[in-house]
């Protein structure tokens, strides 16, 4: 449970990090972020146009630019009350720029419906380019070897054919969680703030499905997005994942083109993303240009090896478990987080504080939410929201009362339909880190 500190230790700040880059970049890496970063991201953090952007920002050159590792945050921004700012995006805390990855505070996270400024981004390429995108010629094709009668449609036709559905989604990265795990995972350390859930608007993939004909041999749908692999190589795709039918075809899973009411927001996948809530954010295709249905698992970029995917039994914390033994993340654990108090306030002691959060559970409802603000030893029922809608999340809240001056952690778990409940610990350690669900925790000093 305990937060990492990300921030290297004072002296390597300053004692021959680049140097130590030009002899063991590895060691350099391990030394300054806790971890091994992967080779392709850890060089050329900005060029050209974004090299230009960030010295603006900074008011000054980057003079050893070419030295700066993949992700790394400057100094000025990262250490600094004032984000980096991403367009149309407000108080993020951004944990690469290359490819961008920002998430949100939890305390950010307040709304019922969370706004677009403060909707996390998980991208694993360049976007398209948000000058080039035209809603009006954009066009999404249904095609794959277990569709009846391929087709392509252009936006305004798939908005003027099918009908309209609105819910509210919880997306939620599977790696959300992912810095608490040690040994570390490699990946974005993504602390708690890669969750929302935004309202959607857009068609039922299901419909869309069957006016091209599903074939009774379909098993799974895969997306095609516009964005591009960060090396530049047009034959390579960032990620193409997708769900098996049974998913695709519920009335929740959506081909959004708006997102509260308005466009979706350009680094969520402007002007149409698909929207499968409650399994990983992943299958939740931004950019969409074409949705295959597969006679088989879908096996597109991101659907093999390792990425998404967790041991099929539980391993000890480190082990290098073979590839044959991963199976793919399906509906997603669950989770609560505290979006009221901010972690760090204080409080007087003569009154109660009502604290406030939401609460997810996958495909499955979340049936309670308990707080603690003695580490868990004794535990006070919230009162829980039913969701607006099948897959949204649900807003708890709950009065505590502290019995003497000092600091305390309010402590939020939530139990979901089925009796699961979250852990209190990191749980079940994989090697990618994903899915952890672990209590979230906030500080709170009674003065
Ligand atoms: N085309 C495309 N779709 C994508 C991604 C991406 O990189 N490209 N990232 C996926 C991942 S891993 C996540 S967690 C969600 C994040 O959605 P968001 O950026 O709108 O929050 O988008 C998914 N869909
Ligand atoms: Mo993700």
Redesign the pocket.
């Known amino acids: 449970m305990m937060k990492k500190d990300q921030s290297p230790p004072e002296s390597d700040r300053t004692i021959g990090i680049h140097e130590l880059y030009a002899s063991n970049p590895d060691e350099a890496d391990a030394r300054l972020w806790g971890r091994r970063m992967d080779p392709v991201s850890r060089r050329g953090f900005f060029r050209g146009a974004g090299l230009a952007a960030m010295s603006t920002a900074l008011g000054a050159e980057i003079v050893f630019w070419e030295n700066m590792p993949g992700g790394l945050i400057p100094a000025a921004f990262a250490q600094s009350d004032q984000p980096f700012a991403l367009p149309g995006k407000d108080g993020l805390i951004v944990l690469n720029d290359r ?1 961008i990855n920002a998430e949100t505070p939890p305390h950010l996270l307040d709304d019922e419906v969370t706004p677009g400024n403060r ?7 360049h976007p398209p380019p948000m000058e080039s995108i035209d809603p009006e010629k954009w066009t999404l094709e249904i095609a794959g070897e277990a569709c009846g009668k391929p087709t392509v449609f252009t936006l305004p036709e798939l908005k003027s054919k099918f009908e309209h559905h609105t819910y509210r989604l919880q ?5 959300n969680g992912r810095s608490e795990f040690n040994p570390p995972a490699s990946g974005n350390q993504w602390a708690v703030g ?1 969750v ?1 859930c935004p309202e959607w608007t857009g068609v039922r993939l299901r419909d869309v499905l069957e006016a091209c004909g599903v074939a009774k041999n379909a098993v799974y749908i895969g ?1 095609h ?3 591009t692999h960060l090396s530049g190589d047009p034959k390579k795709e ?2 193409s ?1 997708g769900v098996p039918m049974a998913k695709a075809l519920e009335d929740e899973s959506l081909i959004a083109f708006a997102m509260n009411g308005g466009d979706i927001p350009w ?3 402007h002007p149409l ?1 698909i929207v499968t809530g409650g399994w ?9 240009k074409q949705i295959v249905v597969r006679d088989r698992v879908h096996d597109g970029e991101k659907m093999t090896g390792h990425s998404y995917r967790v041991p099929k039994y539980p391993v000890a914390p480190g082990t290098s478990v073979p590839e044959e033994d991963f199976v793919i993340i399906e509906s997603m654990p669950v989770k609560s987080i505290v979006t009221f108090p901010k972690s760090g306030v204080s409080h007087p002691l003569a009154e109660p504080l009502s604290c406030r959060g939401h609460a997810w559970a996958g495909d499955l409802e979340v049936s309670e939410v308990h707080v603690s603000i003695d580490f868990g030893a004794t535990w006070t029922k919230a009162k829980l929201d039913k969701p607006a809608n099948r897959l949204a999340w649900q807003r708890w809240n709950a009065e505590v009362r502290f019995p003497q001056k000092g600091y305390y952690e309010v402590w939020a778990r939530a139990v979901d339909s089925q009796g699961r409940s979250q852990p209190m610990i990191v749980p079940g350690w994989n090697p990618k880190g994903y899915l952890n669900n672990a209590c979230h925790r906030v500080a709170v000093q009674a003065v």
Do not use: H, M, Q
């Open positions: 490819p909707l996390f981004v998980r991208n694993n390429g997306i939620e990265c599977g790696g890669a929302g997306y997005a516009a964005d960032p990620i994942r680094l969520n996948g993303r990983p954010a992943s299958t939740s295709g931004k950019w969409v």
